[in-house]
Each structure stands twice: as C-alpha cells, then as structure tokens.
C-alpha cells in the first residue's frame, strides 16, 4: 500500500491550502486517516485524524482553522487549512490505520507559511 500526499506549498500568513492523500494498492478502507506534521527540529506530531464514521480529532493549536474530510473514493484525505500562521510550517504526512494490518505512511508535503 503507498499513500502519496499533494498539497503543500509556500503560502502567506492568513493564507490557505488544501492537502490531499490518496492510498494505492489497498484491497481493504483504512479505518482511520489521519495527517501528521513535523516542523525542524521537533518531533512529528498529530494535526487531525478521521475516521471512517467520519469522527473527527483536531490539535488545540488547528482548531477552528484546519479541516480533515475523506473524500468519495477508497482511502482518499483532505486537510484544508485556513488562517495558516508560521508555526504552520513543516513538513505533512498522511498516515492510514487498519486493523490487523497496521499502519502506513505517506511520503510527506512541505507546507511553508512566510510572516
């Protein structure tokens, strides 16, 4: 199974961007889905995750500015992320969850959020 993340890019302070990850070579749908940041020199941390009944988990430090959807088609994410502030900035990876056969990482997309 190979997840592949598009998205990310250089954007402004109070600017927007829409990250997308698609899974390939996959019989089975992840039970969750969830996107991951690791900024330099810190360690990768939880941004969102959802799951396949759609519930939904946020970092404090996204709420109200980041939403995670899965999209139409089999182990599709999206996260799209509004008011993006600097400390936005890092590199984002998807990751999916399955029971029984454990978990599987993207590649990671570099968002940079200038002041």
């Known amino acids: 199974v190979q997840l592949q993340a598009f998205g990310g890019g250089l954007v402004q302070a109070g600017g927007s961007l829409r990250l997308s990850c698609a899974a390939a070579?996959?019989?089975?749908?992840?039970?969750?889905m969830a996107w991951y940041r690791q900024a330099p020199g810190k360690e990768r941390e939880l941004v969102a995750s959802?799951?396949?009944?759609?519930?939904?988990d946020y970092a404090d430090s996204v709420k109200g500015r980041f939403t995670i959807s899965r999209g139409n088609a089999k182990n599709t994410v999206y996260l799209q992320m509004n008011k993006l502030k600097p400390e936005d900035t890092g590199i984002y990876y998807c990751?999916?969850?399955?029971?029984?056969?454990?978990?599987?990482w993207g590649q990671g997309t570099q968002v940079t959020v200038s002041s």
């Open positions: 959802i799951t396949r009944g759609t519930s939904t």
């Open positions: 990751k999916g969850d399955k029971r029984a056969w454990g978990e599987f």
């Open positions: 070579g996959s019989s089975f749908t992840f039970d969750t």
